[in-house]
């Protein structure tokens, strides 16, 4: 574990400009974007959101570390899983795998933070990063005091560290790029921020006035909707009828706009438009 340790560590330290003896060149043109997902989930439920890369130079990353915080009083973070980018294959190619992962993550649950890293000391570009894709997904569970509405943010930011083990000086960027014929390359990275919303994610409505979701709209929308109103323990979105309204009912059936969320009026318009007394829902 400890070689390893060294081996991530030089990495980093080569591709950090604030260690001036090993300033790397920095790639004329080629920025990287890592980008946190937007999701929403309800008080007490589970969340997942994924981490992803773009627009990775042809030439590939060899060397990856930066940080997602988080609000530890909103949200606690579960687990980490590898994303579909990672090239499982370079365990095999680069030995020091043996002693630890490439790809490593570790939880901070009391300052809110996850830190990641990958690194390979292999010069095989064909085992680095490259392409498109998912880097990992985070996992974790919204506190169940949240409040509806609360929106959590994940940033993207350094790790917070040393520059490389016993510098004294403490690292203020992201590490991503490569070696180029001996020399540290540093690639420019461009974060987009992602969240966790308190609360469920709105339905898109499939079709208006369809309110059983049967594919039409017909005299029995409005029923349902009568009954999910009149009688919500057994019609309500949680009702104990297997004919009872769903979110997505909910949502087609929600017509009339004055007023969010089901009404009596919803009902009424539905009638007006299968009467033809209005030209659209």
């Not at 009872?244 to 539905?270: C, F, M, P, R, W």
Request: proline share 2%.
């Amino acid at each position: 574990m400890k070689t390893k340790k060294v081996v991530v560590g030089a990495l980093a330290a080569m591709l950090s400009l604030s260690v001036c003896s090993l300033a790397p060149v920095v790639a004329a043109g080629e920025t990287v974007q890592i980008s946190v997902g937007k999701v929403n989930a309800e008080a007490g439920k589970q969340f997942s959101v994924d981490v992803s890369l773009a627009d990775i130079p042809s030439s590939g990353i060899q060397a990856l570390d930066f940080a997602v915080s988080y609000d530890s009083k909103t949200l606690t973070i579960d687990s980490v899983e590898a994303g579909a980018l990672i090239n499982k294959g370079a365990d095999s190619a680069d030995l020091s795998a043996s002693l630890s992962p490439l790809f490593e993550s570790s939880i901070n649950s009391k300052e809110g933070y996850v830190s990641l890293i990958w690194s390979t000391a292999t010069d095989d570009a064909s085992y680095w990063l490259k392409g498109d894709g998912v880097y990992c997904t985070i996992k974790g569970t919204v506190s169940s005091s949240a409040k509806e509405g609360a929106v959590s943010e994940l940033k993207i930011v350094p790790i917070d560290r040393e520059t490389y083990s016993g510098s004294g000086s403490a690292n203020g960027e992201i590490g991503c790029g490569y070696e180029s014929n001996g020399k540290p390359v540093k690639v420019a990275t461009k974060v987009v921020n992602g969240s966790v919303t308190v609360g469920s994610p709105a339905v898109a409505v499939t079709l208006r006035g369809d309110a059983n979701c049967d594919g039409g709209v017909d005299m029995s929308d409005i029923v349902l909707i009568m009954q999910a109103l009149a009688n919500p323990n057994k019609y309500g979105l949680n009702g104990s009828e297997k004919t009872h309204i769903t979110s997505q009912g909910s949502a087609n059936g929600d017509v009339d706009e004055t007023v969010k969320g089901l009404t009596a009026n919803d009902a009424l318009k539905i009638q007006k438009w299968l009467l033809k007394s209005i030209s659209e829902l």
